[in-house]
DNA sequence: ATTCTTGCAAACTATTTGCAGAACA
DNA sequence: TGTTCTGCAAATAGTTTGCAAGAAT
């Protein structure tokens, strides 16, 4: 059976700030944060904890335009990011029309092991004014 | 006005490249491919080519999970992409009803300049078998 | 006591940039 | 001829990893 992670204070701290955030983050603004906050912790760790918590499915990761992977909990279950691109704040999404045609357009041309991405990107109204 | 880029040798190399190749392929996959044509361009110059030919819109840009950027000849206007996750094959699809459900979602929320990203991944029908 | 985790520094990967010399217009 | 382009090497940015010391179970 696979062993669950030590409860370590690195680690907490990481989770507390996911959960404080309101918008994706990347693992450097998180170090960021937790070095202002007093809690610091070493990069290394945590890039590890984050890694961890992606592969468990607790934090949903993706890329932005500058190659920084950026981090969110997020809801379980498949679903997609309205995203604004000046405060980060994101909400998310779903919509079974997109996976549905997703699907269809992937099994007329022969593909299987159907995967894809969707993210929608603007600024929000407090950003906007 | 703007000035033309130059013809030069290794700018048209780079773009043959791109004609030839099916799919997706990296500025360092373009590097090597030249070497072994015998055409060999430095590195940097594959690099700022593409990033011309990114900026002019005369190719395709997109991120792999690794953080590799992926550069294709495309064609005009907004669609998108069905890869190949074994082979990089690439078919272009287009999606008027994902375009429509994108931006009524962001507008719901408030949000302005919607753009939005969407590509489709799965293994094709010959790397399947 | 044993095993997992941390933190630092060094390693890596993809990409960008400074600069001197070469190539185009 | 005057600029732009190229290629090399060095610099960057984000991320990963080796390893000795420290913490959790």
Redesign the interface.
């Known amino acids: 059976m696979v062993e669950a992670p030590r409860n370590t204070r690195q680690r907490r701290a990481v989770v507390a700030i996911l959960e404080d955030l309101d918008g994706f983050a990347s693992a450097q603004e998180i170090h960021d944060i937790l070095k202002k906050r007093g809690e610091s912790v070493g990069l290394s760790t945590v890039y590890r904890s984050l890694q961890v918590l992606a592969d468990a499915a607790e934090v949903d990761a993706l890329?932005n335009?500058d190659?920084e992977?950026l981090y969110r909990q997020c809801s379980a279950g498949h679903h997609h990011h309205?995203v604004?691109?000046s405060c980060g704040r994101t909400?998310e999404?779903e919509?079974p029309?997109?996976e549905r045609?997703?699907d269809k357009?992937?099994d007329e041309?022969?593909?299987?092991?159907?995967?894809?991405?969707?993210?929608?990107?603007?600024?929000?109204?407090s950003c906007?004014s």
Do not use: K, M, Q, Y
């Open positions: 890329r335009d190659g992977v309205l604004c691109r909400v999404i919509g029309s997109v045609w997703a357009i992937a041309n022969g593909f299987r092991d159907v995967a894809h991405t969707l993210e929608i990107f603007g600024t929000c109204a906007a």
